[in-house]
């Protein structure tokens, strides 16, 4: 995304690369909280309580759930039972034998392999932030483009408490 973003500015030189490169990272993370999902797969850990009840993990959209484990130590497959739903939220039940407990569960989450697998609809909005806050830097108040959440809101994905 480096390069649409210095097309989009219309730099040439590699001088500004450094703070480029950041401007784009701290634009995914805003991506990432206006979406609700992560954008690259990562792996994941969450630690969850075992009391035998369906949870969901946190992060979305889950690609994979990995394993549960207690300290280390993977559960027996008739100890938990994991689902990926439709829309990529990922659940765990775990029961454990003296009770219930905490246990972890790794896993990896995201929409995309890479940058570039990413919707274009997301990577625009993404180099449109970062070029936005490039050019408010000398004092200026950055206030997101409408354009931006205009492009992101069709991947929004919100919970209702």
Do not use: N
Not at 14 to 40: M, P, T
Not at 55 to 83: F, K, M, T, W
Not at 129 to 155: M, N, Q
Request: with cysteine; proline share 4%.
């Amino acid at each position: 995304m480096l390069a649409d973003l210095k097309a989009w500015l219309r730099i040439g030189s590699d001088d500004e690369d450094g703070v480029l490169e950041r401007l784009l990272g701290s634009a995914s993370g805003l991506c990432e909280q206006f979406i609700g999902q992560w954008l690259v797969v990562r792996d994941a850990s969450e630690t969850i309580v075992a009391d035998g009840s369906w949870q969901r993990l946190a992060a979305r959209p889950v690609v994979a759930i990995l394993g549960v484990e207690v300290e280390g130590i993977a559960l027996a497959p008739g100890a938990y039972a994991v689902d990926i739903d439709a829309s990529g939220d990922g659940w765990v039940r775990a029961r454990l034998v003296d009770g219930p407990g905490k246990v972890t569960v790794r896993y990896r989450a995201g929409l995309a392999a890479d940058v570039e697998g990413l919707p274009e609809a997301i990577r625009q909005g993404i180099v449109r932030l970062a070029a936005e806050h490039f050019t408010a830097r000398d004092g200026e108040v950055a206030t997101p483009p409408a354009v931006v959440s205009a492009l992101w809101r069709p991947w929004r994905r919100m919970r209702l408490a």
